[in-house]
């Protein structure tokens, strides 16, 4: 396709098609637009991190400082986040490739807690709307928004600065930012609820309201690997898609799919069937089994990844290792062979004369 406009194309040299094919900055509302778009342009990233930080205070702010100010209720917010930790770990460790630097980890947590008030303001805005429709709505409510949303600031989070680091130079590495993207949304969901669970249990004259932040706490630990396992789900083919820039929005659609898929089903089953009534170890167990499952099928993609790796990356490094043995061996040789000069004469040290 022509990259240049018909009539641009048939006109005379000396005709001026300013602001009818072709455009320059002439006026002073040119020179403005030029201005806004290089720092938009130049800043887009920072002026996204920021709006996300000032509706981050807004919405969560007051959440976040009652939660400072009572430092039981802090441990007990945080500790629910210790499952999803070590899910994480877990994640990390399978990456054979090279193990991923602190502060890239840890910008890419800072980014999805953030983001994360993204999905909060979506979800309190259309909610309703779902509701009012019934069982039905709800589980729509779940599959267009909850899912996509959740996973796509998830994403984002991974997308917009670790994506673009050298140190993002394998497929796994996808998975393990990820999980910590997971790690980070579920942190600050899980604060959400258990302080919103103390604050409901002062204002009913509860005498241990720090207890019912536990009972929320023990609840959202349980929930929180399932955010761990979705987005690395989709930060593994976001890794998939890096490398093969070809088909690259195809695969980061498909890992979008798939994380968005398992957490609105989840969501659902977890919200219309009837598990409210389960006690808690009988929705430990349907976790365990739901979670299970998709983190199994995950394993196996990691695993597979690992596989490879070994059997390919460092299978050319033995190779090329015992390639250079060998020319070594040849070119030397042991210090105790005498080399073969194609001469009869024989050394010095071997004449019976001179023993």
């Known amino acids: 396709m022509s990259e240049t406009d018909p009539v641009e194309e048939s006109a005379a040299d000396d005709r001026d098609l300013y602001d009818v094919a072709t455009w320059e900055p002439r006026s002073a509302v040119d020179r403005a637009a030029v ?43 945080l500790l629910s986040a210790v499952p999803a930790f070590a899910l994480v770990a877990f994640v990390w460790r399978q990456d054979v490739a090279q193990k991923e630097p602190l502060g890239t980890l840890a910008a890419t947590f800072v980014l999805s807690v953030l983001f994360a008030s993204f999905a909060a303001t979506i979800n309190t805005a259309l909610g309703g709307l779902f509701r009012s429709v019934g ?8 599959f267009l928004i909850v899912g996509p949303g959740e996973e796509l600031v998830k994403w984002l989070a991974v997308r917009l600065y670790a994506y673009e680091r050298s140190e993002f130079d394998a497929v796994i590495d996808g998975a393990v930012y990820g999980a910590v993207a997971g790690l980070g949304f579920a942190t600050i969901e899980n604060t959400l609820y258990v302080v919103q669970g ?4 002062q204002q009913s004259g509860a005498t241990q309201a720090i207890g019912a932040a536990l009972g929320t706490a023990t609840s959202r630990a349980l929930a929180g690997p399932g955010h761990v396992i979705y987005s690395a789900w989709a ?36 919200t219309v069937a009837p598990l409210g009534g389960l006690s808690l170890l009988g929705y430990l167990g349907f976790v365990i089994v739901y979670d299970g499952i998709f ?37 030397d040789g042991p210090v105790w062979d005498a080399p073969e ?14 023993r």
């Open 35 to 77: 201005a806004v778009h290089g720092v938009l342009a130049g800043n887009a990233r920072a002026l996204l991190v920021l709006f996300a930080a000032l509706v981050f205070l807004g919405q969560v702010g007051g959440v976040v400082w009652l939660a400072s100010r009572n430092p039981a209720l802090g441990i007990v917010a």
């Open 135 to 142: 069982v039905w709505g709800l589980v729509l409510y779940f």
């Open 198 to 201: 103390f604050v409901r249990a």
């Open 235 to 270: 930060g593994y083919y976001l890794g998939l898609a890096k490398f093969n820039p070809e088909n690259r929005g195809p695969i980061v659609v498909k890992g979008l799919l798939i994380a968005a898929l398992i957490h609105a089903l989840y969501n659902s089953i977890v």
């Open 295 to 331: 983190f199994y099928l995950l394993y196996r993609k990691l695993a597979r990844y690992r596989d490879s790796y070994a059997s390919t990356v460092d299978g050319e490094s033995e190779r090329r290792d015992d390639a250079t043995i060998e020319a070594d061996g040849s070119d």
């Open 341 to 354: 000069t194609g001469d009869d004469t024989e050394p010095e040290t071997t004449n019976d004369s001179e």
